[in-house]
């Protein structure tokens, strides 16, 4: 019987041990905020491609005037 009592205070002694030495974590994942950088260049890119083609006929017309200009210059 003297034996059962060491060996049982050395039980309860290790359980609540153990139960002591128990970790516990935490984590908080918060939302991951995606901002669409991409669209802004794609806009970009396609109004200065449609300005492009807009002011196109304008620049033919202009440089041909120019090429006029030049012609008359020499003629003179």
């Given at each position: 019987m003297m034996t059962?009592?060491?060996r049982f205070i050395l039980?309860?002694?290790?359980?609540?041990m153990f139960s002591g030495c128990q970790t516990r974590h935490e984590v908080d994942v918060k939302p991951v905020e995606v901002k669409?950088?991409?669209?802004t260049i794609d806009v970009n890119?396609?109004?200065q491609k449609a300005l492009d083609d807009?002011?196109?006929?304008i620049d033919a017309q202009e440089d041909?005037?120019?090429?006029?200009?030049e012609e008359k210059k020499n003629e003179d």
């Open positions: 059962l009592i060491p039980l309860v002694w290790m359980v609540m669409p950088i991409h669209i890119i396609k109004v807009f002011f196109s006929d041909e005037i120019m090429e006029e200009l």
